[in-house]
C-alpha cells in the first residue's frame, strides 16, 4: 500500500520535491557514467599507433586530453622520474601553467609533502600557496614502478568534486603509467636494433676487409689488386699517362725461413709492407716525384711478393725512377729480432696497353719480367718484352737516349724564315729544334718532342733551345745583319714552370740582347688549360719585353673575349688550315676571318705551310703580311739562315 504523506500529517510537497531531486541525480549519474565510459573508451590514444606518437611528450599530451574531459583543472603538470630518480616537468599546456606548478610543487618538496604523496595510489588535496585553490598530487605509476606525479590545480567552487571523476582521473594515469613503459620498451627494442645493426655493419665491413687484404700486413691482397687493375684500366679514357704494374719478389727469402724461423720471415714481411707503405702511400712520392698516394696501389700477394700499381705516371722513365727506389729501400740490411739480414729483390714491370689490356695479363707479364731479372743476377728490374723492338723497351731506350744527347749536346736549332708579303725581306724566323741522332740522323720533332714532354726533357731542351737562339743573335748581331725576330715554341710543360720568367730574363741578359728580338709561341690550348694563371704569366712575360704570339690559331678553342685580353702581338694561321687553300671553302672562310679577327684587333698575322704561288696570292689578297713556308725556304740550320739573309 502506498505511503500516503497526509495521512500521517506531512505536507505532500516535500515527497514531490525529493523525488523530483532524486530524478535529476539518476540522470546527471547515469549521463556522467555514459561520459566517463566515453572517455575511458578514449584512452586507448594514449598509448599511440605509431613510432610518432610513442614518445613521452605525445603520450602526456593525450593524456591531458583525457583528463581535461574529467575534471575542470586551472592548471596542470607532468612530472616524469629521469634514470637518475629525479622528477622533471616536461609537459604543461602552457608555460603559465608550467611556472606556476613548479612553485607550488616546489613548496611541497620542501614540506615532504610531494614524497608523501608519491607513496599513495590515490588523489592527494593539498591546499595552495595562497589558500584560494587546491593542488592535488597523483602519482603515474604501474604496480612495480613509478613512472612520474602529475600535478593539477582546482578551484574553490570545484573542491567537491565527484569520487567518481577522482577515481576516473586515476584511471587514466594508471594507463598513462603503463603506456610510458610501453614505450620506454619500445625505445629500448629500438635502441637495441640500432646497436645490433650497427654490430653488424661493422663485422660485415670487417668480413669484407679480411676478404680484400692480407692479415699479416694488412695491405691489399692479391683479390683487390686484380679488383683495383681492372678499375684502372676501366677508367683509362685517355692514354696520355701510363699505367704500370710492378711485381717484386725477395731474392733468397726461403733462407729467412729456414735458418731464423717461420717467425722472424713473417716479422721481416710484416716490417717491410711498413716500410713500402710509408715509401708509396705516405708523402715520400709526391714530394720527390709528383705521384699522389690515390694514384698508386700496394698489395701483398702472397709470401714474400708484393704488387703495385702505378696509375697517371706521366713517363716511363719516372717508372723506372719509382722502381729504382724501391729496390733501394729493400736492399739493405734489415734487423729481426737482433738478427741482421741483408735482402735483395727482383722487379719485374708491364705496362698497359702495350703489354696487356687486361688484369691478368698485365699481371702474368710483369711476372714473366721478374723472373727475367731473377735470370739476369737478381736485385734488378726488367720491363716486359715480347721482343727486343716491343714499344715499351723503344720507348724506355729512346728517353734514355733524349737524356743522353741533351748532355751530348746532339740537338741543333733550325731557322725557318718569316716574309713580308708585300717587301719580300726577312722579318722574321721560327726557331726548331732537330736531334742529330748519332745512329739515325737527323730527326724532326714529331720523332721526339711528345716524349720528350712526358718525361720533363722538354724543360731542360726549352732552356737549351732559349739559350742557343739568344746566342745566335747575339752572333747576327756582332756579324752586322739586321736582325729579324725569333719565334721560340713554348711546351705546355714549359709554360707551366714557375721560374720561366726568371729563366727568360736570366738567358737574354746574359747573351746581352734585346728582348723585343725574341718571340715566344704558345698553342691556345696551352693558354686555355687555366685561363687566369695564363695571364697572369703572358702579362708578366709581356712586361720582360718579349713578343707573344699564339701558335696553331684555329685549333683550339680559345674565345674571342677571352682573346682580347690576353697581352699579345701575332696570331699563327695553322698550316692545315692553308693547304687546300684556294680551293677548300671552308679553309677559305675560315682564313679570311682569323686575318679579318687579327686586323680587327690590331695583331700580326703569320700564315704557316706555304709551299705554293697560288697559297701566296690568297694570303696577300686578304692582307695577311707575313708567311713562311717552303715556298720561300726550309728550315735552315744556323749558317744556312745566315747566308738565306745575306742573299736578301
Known amino acids: 500500500m502506498p505511503y500516503n504523506m497526509a495521512e500521517n500529517g506531512n505536507h505532500p510537497l516535500p515527497e514531490m520535491e525529493f523525488l523530483k531531486r532524486r530524478v535529476e541525480y539518476l540522470e546527471q549519474t547515469t549521463q556522467w557514467h555514459s561520459y566517463a565510459m566515453d572517455v575511458l573508451a578514449s584512452m586507448t590514444a594514449i598509448f599511440g599507433d605509431s613510432a610518432r606518437n610513442r614518445d613521452t611528450a605525445s603520450i602526456l599530451k593525450n ?13 596542470t603538470g607532468y612530472y616524469i622520474v629521469d634514470d637518475e630518480s629525479s622528477f622533471n616537468l ?27 604523496a608519491i607513496n599513495q595510489n590515490h588523489p592527494v588535496c593539498l591546499p595552495s ?7 592535488i598530487l597523483h602519482v603515474i605509476s604501474t604496480r612495480t614502478r613509478i613512472r612520474g606525479m602529475f600535478a593539477g590545480r582546482l578551484g574553490e567552487e570545484r573542491v567537491g568534486t565527484t569520487e567518481s571523476a577522482l577515481k576516473l582521473l586515476s584511471i587514466v594515469l594508471f594507463n598513462t603509467a603503463y603506456a610510458l613503459e ?41 683479390i683487390l689488386f686484380v679488383d683495383r687493375l681492372e678499375q684502372s684500366i676501366g677508367r683509362r679514357a685517355s692514354r696520355d699517362a701510363h699505367l704500370a ?28 709492407g711498413e716500410d713500402l707503405r710509408k715509401v708509396f702511400l705516405g708523402n715520400e712520392l709526391a714530394r720527390r716525384y709528383g705521384i699522389e698516394a690515390s694514384s698508386i696501389t700496394l698489395s701483398r700477394l702472397g709470401g714474400d711478393e708484393f704488387g703495385i700499381i702505378l696509375d697517371e705516371v706521366d713517363s716511363l722513365d719516372l717508372v723506372v725512377r719509382i722502381v729504382q727506389h724501391l729496390i733501394e729501400v729493400i ?107 748519332p745512329e739515325k740522323g737527323l730527326q724532326p720533332p714529331a720523332n721526339f718532342i711528345a716524349i720528350a714532354e712526358e718525361t720533363g726533357i ?84 709581356n712586361a720582360l719585353g718579349v713578343r707573344l704570339a699564339i701558335d696553331d ?23 692545315s688550315f692553308v693547304r687546300d687553300i684556294p680551293g677548300d671553302r671552308d679553309d677559305e672562310a675560315i682564313v679570311t676571318a682569323i686575318v679579318a679577327l687579327a686586323k680587327s684587333l690590331e695583331l700580326e698575322v703569320v700564315a704557316e705551310g706555304v709551299e705554293t704561288r697560288e697559297q701566296l696570292g690568297f694570303l696577300k689578297r686578304l692582307g695577311c703580311e707575313i708567311v713562311q713556308g717552303y715556298f720561300f725556304s726550309r728550315p735552315l740550320p744556323f749558317e744556312g739562315f745566315r747566308e738565306y739573309l745575306k742573299g736578301k
Request: charged share 25%; glycine share 4%; proline share 2%.
Open 63 to 75: 593524456a591531458h586530453e583525457c583528463i581535461d574531459r574529467i575534471l575542470d583543472f586551472q592548471q
Open 90 to 116: 616536461v609537459y604543461a599546456p602552457s608555460q603559465e601553467d608550467k611556472t606556476s606548478i613548479e612553485a607550488e610543487v616546489e613548496v611541497f618538496i620542501r614540506n615532504g609533502m610531494f614524497s608523501w
Open 129 to 135: 600557496r595562497d589558500r584560494q585553490s587546491t593542488i
Open 182 to 222: 610501453s614505450a620506454a620498451l619500445y625505445a629500448l627494442m629500438e635502441q637495441q636494433q640500432r646497436t645490433l645493426k650497427k654490430i653488424t655493419e661493422r663485422q660485415s665491413k670487417e668480413l669484407v676487409h679480411q676478404y680484400s687484404h692480407d692479415l699479416l700486413t694488412n695491405l691489399p691482397n692479391r
Open 245 to 272: 704494374v710492378i711485381l717484386l719478389d725477395l731474392d733468397n727469402f726461403k733462407r729467412v725461413n729456414d735458418s731464423l724461423g717461420h717467425k722472424s720471415g713473417d716479422l721481416l714481411i710484416k716490417q717491410l
Open 331 to 437: 736492399s739493405r740490411e734489415h734487423d729481426i729480432e737482433g738478427h741482421q739480414v741483408f735482402l735483395t729483390c727482383s722487379v719485374g714491370i708491364s705496362v698497359f696497353p702495350y703489354d696487356g689490356d687486361d688484369a691478368d695479363t698485365l699481371i702474368k707479364n710483369a711476372d714473366a719480367a721478374m723472373y727475367d731479372a731473377k735470370q739476369r743476377g737478381r736485385n734488378s728490374f726488367q720491363f716486359y718484352t715480347k721482343d727486343i723492338n716491343s714499344q715499351t723497351y723503344r720507348q724506355l731506350i729512346l728517353e734514355n737516349q733524349l737524356v743522353k744527347a741533351l748532355a751530348r749536346e746532339e740537338f741543333e736549332v733550325h731557322y725557318q724564315p718569316q716574309v713580308d708579303v708585300i717587301s719580300g725581306q726577312v722579318v722574321g724566323a721560327e726557331a726548331l729544334v732537330r736531334w742529330r741522332h
Open 458 to 541: 722538354i724543360e731542360g731542351l726549352g732552356a737549351w733551345v732559349l739559350q742557343k737562339v739568344c746566342q745566335d743573335i747575339r752572333q747576327l748581331t756582332r756579324d752586322g745583319y739586321r736582325i729579324p725576330r725569333i719565334s721560340i715554341n713554348l711546351s705546355a710543360r714549359q709554360f707551366r714552370q714557375s721560374d720561366l720568367v726568371e729563366q727568360c730574363r736570366n738567358t737574354i741578359r746574359s747573351a746581352g740582347i734585346a728582348p723585343a728580338y725574341i718571340e715566344l709561341e704558345l698553342t691556345e690550348s696551352t693558354i686555355m688549360k687555366d685561363i687566369d694563371i695564363a695571364v697572369g704569366m703572358l702579362r708578366q712575360l
Open 553 to 575: 690559331f684555329g685549333t683550339g678553342y680559345s674565345s674571342l673575349n677571352n682573346l682580347k685580353h690576353f697581352p699579345i702581338d701575332t696570331l699563327k694561321i695553322d698550316k
